[in-house]
């Protein structure tokens, strides 16, 4: 059509690229997409699938301990961490064969090398010594987890990452970091007996959730004897003949086999000619796009996690889709940012969709808040001493559910579905019309009758 190699090349290999390359040549585009590493990404390989995979085996532990209330003799019952990291690994690199094909059967090119712009329209391929033109190229090379190099020391810690081909599960480990990343790892590594600690220099772990999400979280973890320091940080780490010393910031000495820092991601755009073809970054290091993900060089997108919006697979996948319609499927799309359902894989699990209790507060005169905490069914029969944490926070003037917060065992499946209706402008008294599906805990949703909290903006003030 142009004179181009390729109507459209894609730089990366991850979820937001793959969807990208596979709907583009759908559309009758010819897409060519460049992998460095295996076809998947983060989330396929490094990130929510063994993720969650590793806390899929984390809640053994507890199913064990609460089946004996139900009968189950469980004595001799062991954990092995190479066994979990082997049948993961093969699992995460059977999907990775599955991006592959479905790539394939797409007709994009697949092509296994870094990729470097040199240009607005002219791509190097590494490994193969050559380079190709394109008329649109779209930059989709996601993040990596970062060491704090402020840290003396800090070479000998790890970053997630190095977790899921690590030979042997530490005895004492130290998080740093209370983003949702080192919470579900501090989960994790508890359940399997590792000794946790997690030390973050905020007031509350979860930044960015709302306060009652962070606050039973937080006291989940400590009962599971996770240790949780808050307003500190590592300073200095040392390597002792009997392991690592962290030296916090308050003085304190925190010994551990295995320091993860879970201190946020960078975004992949370094070294592979951006600035250069005339794409502007911000501070962080992000591309700069506008709502339909176009950079400042006007032939060259940028989604996922390497433009620093949503960093959640979901969100790549919607930005790559909406880039390959807009560019070859005759209709501009812009994402919808707003209601995107959230997950934290901790123990205990979290969810939420739309407004916190906080935001809501602050954008709305009248907000009401009804909450139900409550021992699910099961936990008492379990002797756990655990209860549920389920929260609605609702526009007092139009009745509107604006936001949906749980925190207990499978709560992401409960707020995936009740995304839905957030995102559908549900009431609550569409919620209330909803006959209740009994026993269930996701009942309370339907059955919290009076509010919590009536909020209203003059009278607070
Ligand atoms: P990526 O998936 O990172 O893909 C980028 C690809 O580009 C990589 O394969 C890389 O090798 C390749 N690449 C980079 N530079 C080049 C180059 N120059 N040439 C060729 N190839 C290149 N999100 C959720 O929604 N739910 C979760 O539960 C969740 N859990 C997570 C847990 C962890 C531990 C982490 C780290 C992340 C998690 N995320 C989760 C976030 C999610 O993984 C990312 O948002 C998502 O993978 C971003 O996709 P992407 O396409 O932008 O980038």
Request: aromatic share 6%.
């Amino acid at each position: 059509m142009t004179g181009f190699d390729y109507d459209l090349f894609v730089i990366g290999g991850g979820s937001g690229g793959v969807r990208a390359a596979r709907v583009a040549a759908e559309h009758g585009a010819k897409v060519a997409i460049a992998e460095e590493d295996k076809v998947g990404g983060t989330c396929v390989l490094r990130g929510c699938v063994p993720k969650k995979l590793f806390a899929h085996s984390a809640h053994f532990a507890e199913a064990l301990e609460d089946s004996v209330g139900f009968g189950w003799s469980v004595e001799g019952v062991r954990f092995d961490w190479p066994t979990l990291v082997r049948n993961v690994t093969a699992d995460t690199d059977y999907l990775s064969s599955i991006y592959t094909r479905n790539l394939d059967r797409s007709g994009a090119e697949l092509i296994r090398s870094r990729a470097v712009i040199e240009d607005a329209h002219t791509i190097r391929l590494e490994s193969e010594s050559r380079a190709v033109t394109a008329r649109y190229i779209l930059v989709a090379t996601g993040g990596s987890p970062k060491l704090d190099s402020a840290v003396p020391g800090h070479e000998h810690g790890i970053v997630s990452d190095d977790i899921f081909t690590m030979p042997l599960l530490p005895k004492r480990v130290l998080i740093v970091g209370a983003g949702f990343v080192g919470i579900e790892f501090a989960g994790i590594f508890a359940a399997f007996g590792t000794e946790t600690t997690v030390i973050h220099r905020g007031d509350e772990i979860l930044r960015g959730f709302d306060m009652d999400i962070r606050r039973s979280v937080h006291a989940g973890m400590e009962r599971r004897g996770i240790s949780i320091i808050m307003g500190d940080t590592v300073a200095s780490i040392e390597k002792t003949p009997a392991g690592l010393v962290g030296t916090a910031r308050s003085g304190r000495k925190l010994n551990a086999d295995a320091i993860l820092f879970a201190i946020g991601r960078t975004p992949n755009s370094g070294a592979f000619g951006l600035p250069e073809a005339g794409v502007a970054l911000d501070a962080n290091g992000a591309v700069v796009v506008d709502e339909f993900s176009r950079t400042s060089a006007g032939n060259i997108y940028a989604i996922g996690d390497v433009t620093n919006r949503l960093c959640l697979t979901p969100v790549a996948i919607r930005e790559g889709e909406a880039v390959a319609d807009t560019l070859f499927g005759g209709r501009p799309v812009a994402v919808d940012y707003r209601n995107v359902p959230e997950a934290v894989f901790s123990q205990p699990e979290a969810a939420t969709v739309g407004l916190t209790e906080e935001v809501a507060k602050a954008t709305f005169p009248a907000v009401d808040i009804y909450k139900a905490v409550f021992k699910p069914l099961a936990n008492r029969v379990a002797g756990r001493d655990e209860r549920m944490m389920m929260k609605l926070v609702v526009d007092g003037s139009t009745d509107r559910v604006l936001g949906c917060h749980i925190v207990g065992d499978h709560a992401s499946e409960l707020v995936q579905v009740a995304a839905i209706a957030v995102r559908m402008g549900a009431t609550k008294a569409d919620f209330d019309q909803t006959v209740a599906l009994h026993p269930t805990a996701a009942e309370e949703l339907v059955t919290m009758r009076k509010p919590a909290e009536r909020f209203r903006r003059e009278a607070a003030e």
